[in-house]
């Protein structure tokens, strides 16, 4: 039998600037123990990063185009549909709510740089063997109303879990299942930390089934467009987007 926990934090309001590690340490460092996992909504980490543009400054679509790795095209009620940090994002991540001075906040610059960075320190502070670290973020899914939990970036336990020549009930090898365990976790982090004035910006989670490690990759969990099963749909919006207008 496994088992899963997440326990969201709430505390005080993280202002630009602030010191990131000292702010989770102080906050959750008493509650750590092995195995936990730490998870951190991305937008506390912008902040701490000064990742802000006023809104004086640039309009959104110029922005989205600057910010964003690829732009793909333009849906539903203006939204851009963006790659960004091997993510399919609306704007490339960028954010307007929760904002102390109304600015757009930027996604992370290095979101695994951030995630080691926060991981060994915390590490290092607790003196545990064992510890991880999940930078969180809201998504959307195709077809589906709401918004759930993703996983932008991690460190210090692996992000998928093979479960590649295991047998199923009826005793078949299983040829091709593998276990987003970054994503699984995550979405059980932002269901208990929110999405409006919770002040919540932080969650401890515990899972029976994490491989814990130091050798954490930033690519681990991503998949090539080319490779990807929807990549068909979204070669095609490339495509069409590259096409020149009128043809």
Not at 198 to 212: G, H, M, R, V
Request: proline fraction near 3%; charged fraction near 30%; hydrophobic fraction near 35%.
């Amino acid at each position: 039998m496994s088992r899963l926990s997440a326990v969201a934090v709430r505390t005080s309001i993280f202002h630009t600037g602030q010191d990131l590690e000292k702010f989770v340490w102080e906050n959750v460092g008493g509650q750590l123990a092995e195995n936990d996992v730490v998870a951190v909504t991305s937008k506390i980490v912008s902040l701490a990063e000064n990742r802000l543009v006023s809104r004086a400054e640039t309009s959104k679509a110029e922005l989205v185009n600057r910010e964003s790795d690829e732009f793909l095209c333009e849906t539903s009620f203006g939204v851009m549909l963006t790659l960004k940090h091997g993510l399919l994002l609306p704007s490339g991540g960028i954010d307007e709510s929760n904002s102390e001075r109304d600015d757009f906040i930027l996604y992370p610059r290095d979101p695994h740089h951030s995630a080691r960075r926060l991981g060994e320190e915390l590490r290092q502070r607790s003196g545990l063997k064992n510890l991880g670290v999940i930078l969180t973020d809201s998504h959307t899914t195709p077809l589906r109303k709401g918004v759930t939990g993703i996983g932008l970036a991690h460190w210090g336990f692996r992000a998928i879990r093979s479960e590649v020549g295991r047998k199923d009930l009826f005793g078949r090898k299983l040829k091709m299942t593998t276990i987003n365990v970054l994503d699984a976790l995550s979405v059980a982090a932002v269901l208990t930390m929110g999405e409006r004035d919770e002040s919540q910006p932080l969650a401890i989670l515990q899972y029976d089934k994490i491989e814990f490690t130091t050798q954490t990759a930033s690519d681990e969990i991503k998949i090539p467009l080319e490779e990807d099963l929807y990549g068909p749909l979204l070669l095609a919006l490339r495509r069409r987007e590259r096409e020149p207008r009128g043809s």
